[in-house]
């Protein structure tokens, strides 16, 4: 029971153990080490240049400029990036989503021969590092003619063996006789999937969908090989790019950080919620 439904109940106020002040305690140093550098790379994102180096350090500078971001906007397609960003991560978030519940479901509703080994090989992804897939990922997508061009950025990245995993353990908490149930009233394993199966998913789907997104938006490397054409880049990117063309230049760096955030964190605040839910809703909480 949380603190506020305790003392709705009891109407009295919950007290102050010590172990309820040692989690306040972790959680305040935990906000502290996450927000401080967020706080430095905004604050030096609006020094002038010349004061990023000075010594000692200062958090604020002798004026507040948005000179860095403009110089930001002018080195570079920033509109045509964050464009490229935003939709090669919402089709690789939708195409995940659909495809690793798919691939889930069969794991945890059907029986077929080589389960347990196909399976096992979908685990065995989670322990291989994606760099070590770069080399032949490339070597198909020049093959495909997909290089330069939106498919070759997201294809690649649509199959998430951790991503099926979890959809496995939610999977198996489903109640069994909702699906019986169906089949009893005539109903084929395809509707099943979509019309009881999915949208008592919701919540671990928000989860899955969320850090899809977040993962796809913040990947430099796959996008950095594949993509040559400046308009072709997304936006981490494009703003490496631009950051080594120009050579070191602090405020404008710290700029670029916080545009390539500042979407995140929109929509970590606005799906927050679904993603705590998704995680609770996971069945990793006992394992």
């Known amino acids: 029971m949380s603190a506020a439904a305790w003392e709705a109940?009891?109407?009295?106020?919950?007290?102050?153990?010590?172990?309820?002040?040692?989690?306040?305690?972790?959680?305040?140093?935990?906000?502290?080490v996450w927000v401080v550098p967020i706080a430095w790379a905004l604050a030096t994102s609006l020094k002038p240049e010349g004061e990023t180096t000075k010594t000692p350090l200062e958090w604020i500078g002798s004026t507040l400029t948005l000179d860095a971001y403009r110089q930001v906007w002018k080195s570079g397609d920033l509109g045509q990036w964050m464009f490229n960003s935003a939709y090669i991560s919402v089709v690789t978030t939708l195409l995940t989503?659909?495809?690793?519940?798919?691939?889930a479901y069969g794991f945890?509703?059907?029986?077929?021969?080589?389960?347990?080994?196909?399976?096992?090989?979908?685990?065995?992804?989670?322990?291989?590092?994606?760099?070590v897939l770069i080399a032949p990922l490339?070597?198909?997508?020049?093959?495909?003619?997909l290089?330069?061009?939106?498919?070759?950025?997201?294809?690649?990245?649509?199959a998430v063996p951790a991503m099926v995993f979890i959809l496995v353990k939610f999977f198996d908490g489903v109640p069994r006789e909702l699906e019986e149930a169906a089949f009893v009233d005539g109903a084929g394993r395809?509707?099943?999937?979509?019309?009881?199966?999915?949208?008592?998913?919701?919540p671990i789907l928000a989860a899955v969908a969320i850090f899809t997104f977040i993962s796809t938006w913040n990947n430099f490397l796959w996008p950095f090989l594949v993509?040559?054409?400046?308009?072709?880049?997304?936006?981490p990117v494009g703003l490496v790019n631009v950051q080594s063309s120009y050579g070191v230049r602090y405020a404008q760096m710290m700029a670029s950080?916080?545009?390539?955030?500042?979407?995140?964190?929109?929509?970590?605040?606005?799906?927050?919620?679904?993603?705590?839910?998704?995680?609770?809703?996971?069945?990793?909480?006992?394992?």
């Open 9 to 32: 109940a009891t109407g009295r106020r919950p007290r102050w153990t010590p172990g309820r002040v040692g989690m306040l305690v972790v959680a305040l140093v935990l906000v502290v």
């Open 97 to 103: 989503v659909v495809l690793c519940a798919m691939a």
């Open 108 to 131: 945890a509703r059907t029986d077929f021969r080589g389960k347990r080994i196909l399976y096992g090989l979908v685990l065995a992804g989670i322990m291989v590092p994606p760099q």
């Open 138 to 145: 490339f070597a198909e997508m020049v093959s495909l003619g």
């Open 147 to 158: 290089v330069d061009t939106y498919w070759g950025v997201i294809l690649p990245q649509v």
């Open 190 to 202: 395809w509707r099943v999937f979509w019309t009881i199966v999915m949208p008592l998913s919701r």
């Open 227 to 235: 993509t040559t054409d400046p308009g072709g880049m997304t936006l």
């Open 257 to 287: 950080v916080v545009i390539a955030g500042l979407p995140l964190l929109v929509v970590f605040a606005l799906f927050q919620r679904q993603i705590v839910r998704g995680i609770a809703h996971t069945g990793l909480a006992g394992q």
